[in-house]
DNA sequence: AGTGCAGTTGACTTT
DNA sequence: TAAAGTCAACTGCAC
């Protein structure tokens, strides 16, 4: 019987259980197909720049395919009516993916797919992508699952079989061409300059890392200049899938073996943060309302909704260096260091207190990693929402002056300033006419925006600590690594932090 | 040498 | 890897 792959962020050959069991199954009898649903696509979390990295990847893809005898199909359309085309073309068959844990309209859309194929009696089979497992019993199981899921031996990409069959080229609305510009209405513009897809690029950029850039890991991991260097810079091939997580944490394992111990810290460091990485997804998995819900009710309606003080902080317009710096580096780039990802969630939510579910749905735009599990508990951490992690207000002065003393990463984004000394470059508006250098000033006292800031939250979060729901969030989603610092014998388990930066 | 004092550092607490 | 505040111990200096 027809085996049909369906991909979607597991864009690799490498390490791939739904190709692999389809070509056990059925050698010369299976295609692989890549969906781009309109309704998906069009939901304001993904945009323009996700896509082209998507068409990145496939092409790529298509070439390793074409040399196993296997086609790769895509479609502009949703999931129905491209199985209903298959079922007519090619008669029954047989579909594998690797589950999706993501926002509830990627849910939604799992579901009715399990319904759609259920009810024609065909099989719908799904495998973990990588640590984190649907229906988890109970968190006390997460370590002990991620542990024996990164444990399995890595499968290799399919070998070259015969082809059963003539593969058409088209199958309509499945065709053969992967160019997806005739998929309106998604966000944005694309990317010039930020990382590009493919399996090729993902494994040089990993092996590069643990080659070289590890050993400076995690010195240079809250620096935004730095860190563009010496992170691992994995992430965006992670949240696409051109790389398996487990193939990632077995080869730094091994690379662990072989560094000289007085620089293992750094590795060790990395290692625990795809840990972190799975843990987060497990919470989206678990509930994935978060993505669009306040996980904590108490912090709901605090926080307003303007449209002038959103659009100076997207366009890196504050008159705040590093916060403009950041934003603008998004833009450009697609990425940014996991500081300044709190930092400029920490200034929308808290400084200038918006609701925090504009910034998600824009910052998911922006970060080429976007990966909806992390994405969004991260967000609702750093804007406070959980009520059961600290409260975390950011000084974008301190940071600058502390991360990018010398203004590196300032004046590779904001030009504007580049020909001002380190020592003007954090505060400008102390030293020199603003409107002349087409740069504004500060929009808000920021001393006593995040003095109001503090007193409202830590009000607001000294009343959530103690409600039944803030018990309940923590047993959902708590970490029980039982590794956290500053666990002090009075505190109570509420406190129990999620610092992976 | 010992004392007084301003300023710094670090641990800890509070918001 | 939040920031600000508090407090005690320490440091360097003047006398």
Redo the contacts with the bound molecule.
Sequence with gaps: MLQVVWLKRDLRLHDHRPLVEACLRSPGNVMVVYIAEPTIWQAGDLSVRHLQFVAQSLAEMAEGLHDSGIPLYTAIAEMEPTLAAILEHCGTFRLLAHEEHGTPLTFARDLRVHRWMRSRGLEFVEYPPFGVTRRLPSREQFQMSWEQKMSEPLLSAPALSQALREWPVELRPLRRALDFSELHGVPGIPLSSGQKGGERLARATFADFLRDRCTRY?SH??KPYDSMHSCARISTYLAWGNLSMREVVQRSRQALQSIAPSRRRHLEAFLSRLHWHCHFIQRIEDDAEIAVRTMNSAFEGLRGENEEIFQRWLEGQTGFPLIDAAMRALAQTGWLH??GR?MVVSFICNTLMQDWRRPAQALAQLFLDYEPGIHFSQVQMQAGTTGFN??????PL??SQEHDSEGRFIRLFVPELRELPSAQLHEPWKYVDLAMLGYPVPMVDL?EA?RIA??RL?SVRGRAKVAPETKRLLNKHGSRSGKQ??R?QSSAPEQIEF???
Excluded: C, L, M, V
């Design positions: 995690q991991i809250s996991f500081r709190a600290t409260i975390r207000i950011y000084n301190k940071q001393t995040n503090r007193e830590w610092k500053n002090r610092d992976f930066g």
